[in-house]
């Protein structure tokens, strides 16, 4: 059996409250602002021609980039790692997860904190 250690003020709550859900939100609004700011033009442009935003509701934060057709996918997966240093000089511990076209593949994740494994196979 589990014991909590945390007095009970200290414990996360149950149910989330309309201030949390906007504090959140503008977190995810800030960060997203931030990371396309700090992005080159070319990754802008292609950004521009997808969907995408930054969520912070799984465990860790997470780009999502939805691309609407396979071209602007390869295009998008040939500009991860950079993304993924920029993102990574903002957030340290966060995902980008890249969705191809509907039912033309699987999306394809990774972490930001395994970008030197992408840059040595580069």
Request: charge should be positive.
């Amino acid at each position: 059996m589990k014991k909590n250690f945390l007095p009970k003020d200290d414990s996360h709550p149950i149910q989330l409250t309309s201030a949390d859900i906007i504090l959140r939100q503008r977190l995810e609004n800030s960060i997203s602002s931030y990371f396309y700011n700090a992005c080159d033009r070319t990754i802008q442009n292609l950004l521009s021609s997808c969907r995408w935003y930054v969520t912070s509701h799984a465990s860790a934060l997470t780009l999502v980039i939805e691309c609407t057709d396979q071209i602007t996918n390869w295009r998008v997966l040939q500009k991860i790692v950079p993304m993924a240093a920029v993102l990574g000089e903002i957030v340290s511990s966060a995902k980008i997860r890249v969705y191809p076209p509907k039912k033309e593949g699987m999306p394809f994740e990774m972490r930001v904190d395994e970008l030197s494994v992408y840059r040595d196979m580069a």
